[in-house]
């Protein structure tokens, strides 16, 4: 069969599998952004904190000698203890917001890393499909090449074999012939293996990329979970709609983010794998490419 051969019935039958890959890739790669969804986050808890002041009371050390009587001190005292105990419960309530301010900001950059990757996704699935495309165009390339190289070998020898009994007949020994003409196979000319290396290099990139995608979308569904759990303590108006917003607007981004990981991940499993030494180049197998164990490969 060949090396061009041999490479061609390696990826031939996994055409569906590329399409499927990149289709997918771009479905879930071109809907709303984690960051943009965290924008709007933001403004919520911007909101909330404009309107509501984080809380500065103060409570005044009575004065017990200015001349008070016992019932008046015993008031005094009693004031004081409750600003007291609201200055505690305010703090409190600070340091649990300021909390979530902070879980908010980290969450924010992560929003942002998931984006990245998502794009990268999106460009790798890309590249593998055009990759795909153009070992195909190649071997279509080839065939008519090889079939025009066969043809014009024919004609060649035809041609100079007309010449050689018309110049027998004619006695003429000066009758032109066809010669010179290379139509050779040239090794290298239009590589198919070239061609793969591009195509198994981008499907590498590409699953480290989804790789590294789901575990980003895995820790930061813990992390939301965790920010819920903290906004659900804070409690009041803006920990419901802390809550409700992640629920509607922001869970859905990374659960399909996190699903599609995986779901890429089970797609590339129908790719071959070449076997590659410690420089990185393809090791052969006699006259074919040498595929990892497991790799679907179908002669």
């Not at 000698?65 to 004031?79: M, Q, V």
């Not at 004081?80 to 902070?102: C, G, P, S, T, V």
């Not at 003429?172 to 290379?182: A, F, M, R």
């Not at 599609?260 to 052969?284: E, H, M, N, W």
């Amino acid at each position: 069969m060949g090396f061009f051969g041999s490479v061609w019935s390696a990826v031939k039958s996994v055409g569906s599998a590329v399409v499927r890959i990149a289709k997918k890739a771009w479905e879930f790669a071109s809907g709303p952004s984690a960051k943009s969804a965290y924008d709007q986050l933001g403004t919520i808890l911007e909101k909330h904190q404009s309107s509501n002041q984080m809380v500065r009371a103060s409570a005044q050390d009575p004065d017990f000698f200015g001349g008070l009587t016992r019932n008046d001190a015993s008031k005094k005292l009693e004031d004081f203890e409750r600003n007291m105990a609201k200055l505690r419960e305010d703090q409190l309530y600070n340091a649990r917001y300021m909390a979530i301010q902070m879980e908010f900001s980290r969450l924010h950059v992560s929003a942002e890393l998931i984006d990245a990757s998502m794009a990268n996704v999106k460009v790798h699935a890309a590249s593998l499909a055009t990759h795909f495309q153009n070992m195909r165009n190649i071997r279509g390339l080839v065939g008519d090449v090889n079939s025009l190289r066969n043809g014009l070998r024919t004609v060649i020898t035809t041609f100079n074999y007309n010449m050689n009994l018309l110049g027998a007949q004619s006695g003429e020994s000066n009758l032109l012939k066809i010669d010179g003409v290379d139509i050779d196979k040239k090794d290298g000319a239009i590589s198919m293996i070239a061609a793969f290396d591009a195509f198994d290099r981008t499907r590498q990139l590409l699953a480290e990329e989804i790789i590294k995608l789901t575990q980003l979308a895995k820790s930061h569904n813990a992390a939301l979970d965790k920010l819920k759990n903290n906004a659900a303590i804070l409690g009041g108006d803006i920990g419901y709609k802390v809550n409700s917003f992640i629920d509607e607007s922001i869970k859905p981004i990374i659960n399909k983010a996190e699903s599609a990981g995986y779901a890429l991940q089970k797609d590339l499993c129908a790719l071959p794998v070449a076997s590659r030494d410690d420089t990185g180049r393809i090791v052969f197998d006699g006259e074919k490419i040498k595929f990892e164990e497991g790799a679907i490969v179908r002669d």
